[in-house]
């Protein structure tokens, strides 16, 4: 494509774009996760050109900072209140035209104002002119129209398509005699005869940059739309004898334009069936096509599956053998080989090779889930490290905190990083047990190895190796519910139960009911659970657990005010 290199390409992109009704300007409206414009300047781009102008106008500060972010070297153009497709590419090139001129002054050491070099510097050869709003043309279709123009020695080469309905476009009249392109008349300037012509112009040219020049101080506003049309350069170079050709393209979708929104939906439905078309030939599969969504620059490996609703955004890559969906919609989410992210939304995260998330989990901003790692059922994590191996798999958030490999996080496990005003950091070690129903109350760190006990409020460091149990004994008071809350149905419940329990005579029991009666008689006492603690751990030398109604004795060690309170965010 190289040797085809235009000296430039001018992206026409100043206007008003009413019908879209819209407060984004038309070329900021995207489809396949790409705005018009930037189809518009990747297309340019394939070229190689020298220099790549956009002229703007309406919504000038906006469609130009878009630009620049997509490509800092492109030249913007203003586009003056002189209207017309003709204004705006004389504004385009006159923008070219005075990079040049400092180019070369630049290089040539001179001063600005030397004559010679102002005057004779000026951006010569093949010019091409691409409207911002035709998002399939691509630069492989650009790259054939240069070549032609170069080959056949043209003056203005363009890119027409038959199309069954011709309506608002510019109608191609070629020259009967020699088939030549002899004019381009507009819709509203075009004779009955004309507008049966089903030829149109796709607003896609290469010209010439010398006749180009020329000719935009000829045309003139004597037309329905009182404006100065670029198309009134095709007749005016065809009346010098000069060469205009038109290049047919069999696939008129590529030179399709969006006007409204309606073309807007079908351009981006007709754009992702040729995206999902062309991974299909590279070996991925796709399940159901209608439902789903893969944006320009997603990159899927050999093998990848895609399940029914499926959205891949932004620069979401996907590697071998992985499977994705159903209805998972990621956004620059790196996916390792063999993974499986299963109704899952996420962005900006990393999930490893083999590793598994979902259904129903939410990844968010700085999420890295390790090797062989588990996101499960309703977890959230927020700039969190999971480690290799590792597994959060029930019901849980994970915010600002880095887990090491090989580690359990237990269901129902809150990571609390919000204080109410700031977000701290929180860190678990490898191959840790953390009890179900936990809270880490950040900053806080779990050592490699340590347990915590279900209920566990961690505020302060977990030695590696350590249990941590923060819950109290479990106290039952016996016969409170038919006390406490007379005339309810649990009440109503609970007596029966006692009764229907009532101790029978001692002496008609075995001895093992005997104990496990004496046991359930000393009820009244704190106990704790049949087999220790919550989870299992015994603790050996916990203290009696104050009567019931006294305030909890803490330590004040273990009750630093601002850990009190905290949120999960
Ligand atoms: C234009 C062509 C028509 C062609 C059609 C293809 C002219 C006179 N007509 O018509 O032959 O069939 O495109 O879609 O060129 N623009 C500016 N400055 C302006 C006016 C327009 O930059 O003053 C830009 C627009 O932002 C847009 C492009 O030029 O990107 C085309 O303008 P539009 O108004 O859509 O032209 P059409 O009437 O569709
Ligand atoms: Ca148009």
Not at 429 to 458: C, E, H, L, M, Q
């Amino acid at each position: 494509m190289a040797q085809a290199a235009p000296a430039a390409v001018i992206i026409l992109a100043a206007g008003a774009g009413t019908r879209m009704v819209s407060r984004t300007p038309k070329v900021l409206h995207r489809i396949g996760g790409r705005s018009l414009l930037g189809h518009a300047i990747h297309a340019a781009q394939g070229l190689d050109p020298q220099r790549i102008a956009v002229v703007v106008r309406h919504e000038r500060d906006a469609v130009a900072q878009h630009a620049i972010e997509i490509n800092p070297d492109i030249l913007i153009a203003d586009q003056d209140n002189v209207p017309g497709t003709g204004r705006a590419v004389q504004c385009g090139l006159s923008t070219l035209d005075a990079a040049v001129k400092a180019r070369a002054v630049a290089l040539s050491g001179a001063p600005l104002d030397a004559e010679g070099i102002v005057s004779t510097t000026q951006v010569c050869g093949p010019v091409v002119v691409i409207a911002g709003d035709v998002p399939l043309l691509d630069a492989a279709t650009l790259g054939e129209l240069v070549a032609a123009h170069k080959a056949d020695g043209n003056a203005v080469t363009i890119l027409t398509t038959e199309v069954a309905d011709p309506t608002g476009y510019g109608r191609i009249v070629r020259d009967p005699a020699t088939g030549s392109v002899a004019a381009i008349v507009e819709e509203k300037d075009a004779t009955d005869g004309q507008r049966l012509i089903r030829e149109i112009n796709s607003s896609v040219y290469v010209f010439d940059a010398e006749l180009l020049r020329d000719a935009l101080t000829l045309v003139t506003p004597h037309n329905a739309q009182g404006e100065f049309y670029l198309t009134d350069v095709v007749a005016i170079a065809h009346g010098r004898g000069l060469p205009v050709r038109a290049v047919q393209s069999d696939d008129p979708v590529i030179v399709e334009g969006v006007n409204d929104r309606e073309q807007l939906a079908v351009l981006g439905a007709e754009l992702n069936r040729r995206i999902l078309a062309d991974w299909m030939r590279r070996g991925v599969t796709v399940v159901d096509p209608a439902t789903t969504w893969v944006d320009v620059d997603v990159e899927l490996a050999q093998d990848v599956t895609l399940l029914p609703g499926v959205q891949l955004h932004g620069a979401s890559t996907v590697g071998v053998g992985a499977t994705i969906g159903p209805d998972t919609t990621l956004t620059d989410v790196e996916i390792g080989p063999d993974a499986t992210v299963i109704r899952t939304h996420g962005s900006l995260a990393v999930i490893g090779a083999g590793a598994t998330v979902g259904p129903f989990a939410y990844l968010r901003p700085g999420t890295e889930l390790g090797e062989r790692g588990k996101i499960g059922t309703f977890v959230e994590v927020k700039n969190g490290k999971i480690g290799e191996g590792t597994k959060v798999p029930h019901l849980s958030y994970v915010g600002d905190a880095t887990i090491g490999k090989h580690t359990n996080i237990g269901a129902g496990t809150i990571f609390v990083n919000y204080d109410g005003v700031n977000k701290h950091h929180s860190t678990v070690g490898d191959g840790a047990r953390t009890g179900a129903n936990n809270i880490f109350i950040a900053p806080v760190s779990v050592g490699d190895g340590a347990y915590t006990a279900g209920g566990t409020v961690v505020r302060y460091p977990v030695p590696a190796g350590a249990l941590a149990v923060s819950a109290g004994r479990q106290r039952n008071i016996d016969g409170w519910v038919e006390r406490r809350r007379p005339g309810t149905e649990a009440a109503d419940i609970a007596r029966q139960a006692r009764e229907s329990e009532a101790p029978q005579e001692s002496s008609t029991l075995g001895r093992q009911a005997r104990e496990e009666q004496a046991r359930a008689g000393s009820a009244s006492h704190p106990v704790t659970p049949a087999d220790g603690t919550p989870f299992g751990y015994r603790i050996p030398d916990a203290p009696p657990t104050p009567a019931f109604g006294t305030p909890q004795a803490q330590s004040p060690n273990h009750n630093s005010p601002n850990k009190e309170s905290g949120d999960a965010q």
